[in-house]
């Protein structure tokens, strides 16, 4: 009875000692973290990245966070080029600040199927406030690739054995004969009815050239109202679209696949188009993105504005029919 009393009372003097300790660390939890002081007037970019030595088809998490005025509309390039960086998926969300800031943090997952070392991105991270664009550099972010195999491991192929032949029971001079026979058979079976059944052949219609398919598509575009409706997203991703396959026509591009800063690296060196065509190609493939990928809302005039310099580019750099 005595060492249960003991007991007890050790029982109960421990818990007075600890209880007040284990209410002041549940009140430190409930601590609210305070938000990471920013500049207000400008866009600021921060970036976490995993790892950037892997081997070839390792994933990489890349973390992309912005800060930005709220009404501000941010734009990041597109990621991805051929098998140097593979993006595999991509997700976003805003976290709430109380500094009149928006907190854009964009989660990728990459890898690399090349060896050797690949810069991620070369494009820009842009904010446009009002009429003010605030830009930065992508994240100066490396992938050193390498090989899962052992640095011993040999290279070279090797050959294939030889074939060991089984030897015949019949001679091959008896399968020579009727085989020969049979393959003269066919022939002149298959050329008497190629004959009886010949047509004259008539020839294809000319390709319809680029810009009148391109003209036909705005046509299209322009009579389904999307204008007068005020539905921005599918405006410009048709707009788009139609910009992007006259491009593979007229300057045989792969411009449906590739980015639009591939696409203007690529037509800045064309000796077809001059710089002001290429201002023009350049600002309306941006807006266009700005309207896909950053959730923009133009107004009605700037969606006129788009189709009518797009009509326009599309006259100036039509090829002109050879007589």
Known sequence: MKTDTYRSAFFKSTLTRVIP???????AGCKEVEQKAVPQDRLTVEYSVDREDILIGDPVQLTVTAYYPTNGTLVLPEIGREKDVVLLSRDWNDIPREDGLTQSETRYSITSFRLGEHVVSTGTIS??????????????????????LPDDAS??????????????????????IPGSVLLAFLIGLLTSKLWKNRETLIPSAPPVPPHIIAFQALETLKNKGLLEKGECNPFYTE??????TYLDGRFRLNATDE??????????????LNMDQQSILRDFMTQAD?????????????????FATTQQFVEETKMEAQS
């Not at 030889?162 to 399968?175: Q, Y």
């Not at 980015?259 to 077809?272: C, F, G, Q």
């Open 21 to 27: 300790w284990l209410v002041l660390l549940a009140l």
């Open 127 to 148: 904010c446009a406030v009002g009429e003010d664009l605030f830009s930065t550099n992508f994240p100066d972010i490396n992938l050193t690739v390498s090989s899962s």
């Open 155 to 176: 290279s070279e192929i090797a050959d294939l054995q030889p074939v060991h032949k089984l030897p015949g029971r019949i001679p091959a001079w008896v399968w020579i």
């Open 239 to 244: 707009l788009s679209l139609i910009l992007r």
């Open 259 to 272: 980015t639009t800063e591939e696409i203007v690296e690529n037509l800045s060196r064309s000796p077809e």
């Open 290 to 306: 700005m309207v896909k990928f950053a959730k923009g809302h133009p107004d009605r005039s700037t969606m006129e504005s788009a």
